[in-house]
């Protein structure tokens, strides 16, 4: 079975502070999301990776990077935390393009 | 570009009535469709897939969808719904125009189990 881990499912942080957000899947998938969630949005994409070192801006990139330094982990990084950031943030990987995504327990992030 | 609608935010059904969680997309040309499921506090979690083949795909716990190409809908049914299938459920489409092949998603539905 495919596993997608992420380093935290709770998280409180103060306005202003450097956020990392840490996802490893196991699979040895080329292609890896980050997403957040909020209630009646859905899943609204961040950035995605199909490959180490190679990253794509997603629909709302604003506020946020990535680092892809391996192929099995994708970080997401909040450079100086808002509130508007308060949000489920969820991580998925995927063998083939357009195909089958596998998504972590997600992260529950409150910024104060 | 294209796009999901999840017309319900959320359905009310009693336990072991039929339910249909609608979702409809905006391109047909060549699509791959998708339905995902999300229990409390998890993950999303795969339920079913429609690749190419026979339109009507099932899932392993009696959920099936049916992909109607000129409806432009890949709607998700049961038969019969049970207290544990309260759950979000997500529509998500990904399209062959687009090079890089993302998964488009719907909004969710809330099913919500009456006892």
């Known amino acids: 079975d495919v596993k997608v881990t992420q380093s935290s499912r709770y998280l409180v942080k103060r306005t202003g502070e450097k956020v990392f957000l840490e996802c490893v899947q196991d699979?040895?998938?080329?292609?890896m999301f980050w997403y957040r969630q909020d209630p009646g949005l859905g899943l609204r994409l961040i950035y995605f990776?199909?490959?180490?070192?190679?990253?794509e801006k997603g629909d709302i990139p604003e506020g946020y990077s990535v680092s892809r330094e391996k192929k099995e982990r994708f970080s997401l990084i909040l450079e100086s935390a808002s509130t508007n950031q308060t949000s489920m943030y969820l991580c998925?990987?995927?063998?083939?393009?357009?195909?089958?995504?596998?998504f972590g327990p997600g992260t529950r992030l409150l910024v104060l | 570009a294209q796009s999901v609608t999840q017309l319900d935010s959320q359905v009310p059904v009693f336990e072991e009535a039929p339910v249909e969680l609608r979702c409809n997309y905006s391109?047909?040309?060549?699509?791959?469709l998708f339905w995902y499921v999300q229990y409390p506090n998890q993950g999303l979690q795969l339920l079913l897939k429609?690749?190419?083949?026979s339109t009507l795909v099932e899932s392993i716990n009696g959920f099936e969808a049916e992909f109607n190409k000129s409806q432009t809908s890949f709607h998700l049914r049961k038969p019969s719904v049970h207290i544990s299938d309260t759950a979000e459920y997500f529509c998500?489409?990904?399209?062959?125009?687009?090079?890089?092949?993302?998964?488009?998603w719907g909004a969710g539905t809330k099913l919500i189990i009456k006892p």
């Open positions: 990776s199909y490959d180490v070192k190679m990253k």
């Open positions: 998500a489409v990904s399209d062959a125009l687009d090079s890089n092949y993302q998964l488009i």
């Open positions: 998925a990987s995927s063998f083939y393009r357009g195909e089958t995504q596998y």
């Open positions: 429609y690749l190419s083949g």
């Open positions: 699979m040895d998938h080329e292609n």
């Open positions: 391109s047909s040309v060549s699509v791959y």
